[in-house]
């Protein structure tokens, strides 16, 4: 029996033979083997040779493929699951864990986020250069302009990283703004075979282009006249655009590998990395398997601040992924940026939506339209490849329905069937959100009201004909910002008490640089090249926050990981100037704090935020403890042997977080008497880092079944640095199952308004 490569996260179903059941146990996949570091034998003078001779015991063909000595102590290797098994049984083995496969999440922004204000007070230049962001992605294009270091002076001193020589990559890829760029591959490598370098680099060079536009995001240099075809012309910039720039490459053709990723994490926290920016998510689990968590917990422990997408699983609830507490989990929002593209139909009605067409146009005439077209499959509405037939669609524009399928891959379809245009039209489950793409036909992307109008134009009519227009792109549209219906949602699935997202940034339709591999869309019939592109998903809104982290590590470098995320947290907003809440794309109401976090960052404000809440390792020690995780499950995240006192109630409330979510039961008695209150109890510490002040609190709350008293109502703060507590009690009547309600504790103070906001869910 031939065994097929396949994503390490593997499902077998009961309808497998017994033979074929068999032979899977017998094939080796990747493990992640964790190591009670403290526990080696006093036989073994080091531990490679104790992980080595461990290894052995069980399988006398398996080598080490990664040896971790900080993010984790352990080693990565290839076993049969019966290997595994009996490996985790050996003394000083901590966990035997599978290896998980990631996926990547995926000009105007600084304008839109208020950098561009005369009379701002930024971090100085000098500082800036000295604050290094590193990324972990898909690798990088050194070539870009984008990555051009006039002007910087040389690298910090603070840097002990490389510039990895290989194929179609050398040193002087590498300069003053791009200062190191690395490649992980291994665990790749051991699931997929060698390299095929006429599919991919076998070396840090970007193939893809995510990894060159997250990193010139976050810290691209400032290059004038960019453009994506004319669309969204002006200066590309990244948010920190004198910070340096480290790539580490640990996703490739076919994903990213946790193997890789812990080596990739690994060499950041020893090259001397300030920020990471990792925009990619997996399966959610608990925080002690989680690889990008227990990795971003040493990254903390250093002093770097991570950032991490929320997913683009929108806008489903509970979709998140990256909600450790010592993690900044970014969603999405949209700019006041359009580009605007028409669809007009025979009976004289016009529907505004979006598109980055560039070509041939169709001048305004007339041609059939048609929908639905019957297949062999019955999904012709999806434009799937293999699924039209150009006698159906030769010389149409056809509607054809989101979702299955790249968007713009759709387009491709209908021109190689012959048609001649698409409208992309919005399902229910994508509402009137709507994505720009750099399409290869004349198209249009509209939202569900105006997909569905034009469908019931095509049903009714017995000739029905349209055409599309584009609009070149507009700016002040509002409202803005909008939440993307793509971004992820909470409630957090892990931990509920802790309110997940964090905040949202730009993430829908943001131009940054691009590789010289592939065009625009990432199609490899796309023979397009392009030096910018314009692409949405929490990928892109994650290193708006790492280039915002950057600027404020720059203004105040004795700050924490945890005090930076508070500044851009307790400084966001949850209002557009009339008053009125954020609204969601998905549902068109008013967002809420499981679709917005705190709200959408506003860098200026938070670089002096006024108040912070900090956070200690012994905080996160209290919050694992709060969930009840064994001696050893902590050891997997902290490599410590920390212990929880028995005689201590831990509770996750207590976390000195900046924002607050409370779960409540829905029958509060046994004796189902409801009138009596379930009383909550949570405790938080607020820093002073701003000008001595008096600060009072003020609730904002309309919920008649929960009463909020903050204790005591007002703080003075005489000195830097200087610590105060205050205690939140909520009482709260019963509510049906499944209810949310959201509240909001403001801190004031001259000219400060330090911001929580409180997210209550019966269950």
Known sequence: MKLIHAPVVMLLLCCYAYAATADLGKQKKTYIVHMDKSSMPLSFNDHLHWYDSSLKSVSDTANIIYTYTDIIHGFSTRLTI?????????????????????????????????????????????????????VLDTGVWPESQSFDDTGLGPVPSSWKGECEVANSFNSSSCNRKLIGARSFSKGYIATYGPIDETMESNSPRDDDGHGTHTSTTAAGSAVSGASLFGYAAGTARGMATQARVAMYKVCWLNGCFSSDILAGMEKAVADGVDVLSLSLGGSVSDYYRDTIAIGAFTAMLNGIFVSCSAGNGGPSSESLSNVA????????????????????????????????????????????????????????????????????????????????SSRVQKGVVVRDAGGVGMILANTISFGEEIVADAHLIPSVAVGQIAGDAIKKYISSDSNPTATIASGGTHLGIQPSPLVAAFSSRGPNPITPDLL??????????????????????????????????IVSGTSMSCPHMSGLAALIKAAHPEWSPAAIRSSLMTTAYNTYKNGETIQDTATGKPSTPFDIGSGHVDPISALDPGLVYDATVDDYLGFLCALNYSSSQIKLITKRNDTCQADKK??????????????????????????????????????????????????????????????????????????????????????????????RVEWLGGKYTVSSPIAFSWI
């Open 650 to 743: 831990y509770t996750v409330g207590d976390l000195n977080y900046p924002s607050f979510a409370v779960t409540l039961q829905t029958a509060l008695r046994k004796d189902n008497d409801d009138s009596q209150p379930t009383i909550v109890k949570y405790t938080r510490t607020l820093t002073n880092v701003g000008k001595p002040s008096a600060y009072k609190v003020s609730v904002s709350s309309d919920i008649s079944n929960v009463k909020i008293v903050v204790e005591p109502e007002a703080l003075v703060f005489s000195k830097p640095n200087e610590k105060k507590n205050y205690t939140v009690t909520f009482s709260a009547t019963s509510m049906p199952s499944g209810t949310t309600k959201f509240a």
């Open 82 to 134: 019966e290997e595994a098994q009996s490996l985790e049984q050996h003394p000083g083995i901590l966990l035997v864990q599978e290896e998980m496969r990631y996926e990547l999440h995926t000009t105007r922004t600084p304008e839109f986020l208020g950098l561009d204000k005369g009379g701002a007070v930024y971090p100085e230049l000098n500082a800036v250069s000295e604050v290094i962001v590193g």
């Open 325 to 404: 507490p010592w993690i900044t989990t970014v969603g999405a929002g949209t700019l006041d940026r359009d580009f605007p593209a028409y669809a007009s139909i025979g009976n004289g009605k016009n529907f505004s939506g979006s598109s980055l067409y560039s070509g041939k146009s169709l001048s305004g005439a007339l041609v059939p339209l048609v929908y639905e077209i019957n297949t062999n499959n019955t999904s012709g509405n999806l434009c799937l490849p293999g699924n039209l037939h150009p006698k159906d669609v030769a010389g149409k524009i056809v509607v054809c329905d989101r979702g299955m």
């Open 500 to 533: 997940k997202p964090d905040i949202i940034a730009p993430g829908v339709n943001i131009i940054a640089g691009w590789t010289g591999k592939v065009g625009p869309s990432g199609l490899t019939n796309d023979s397009r090249h392009v030096d910018f592109n």
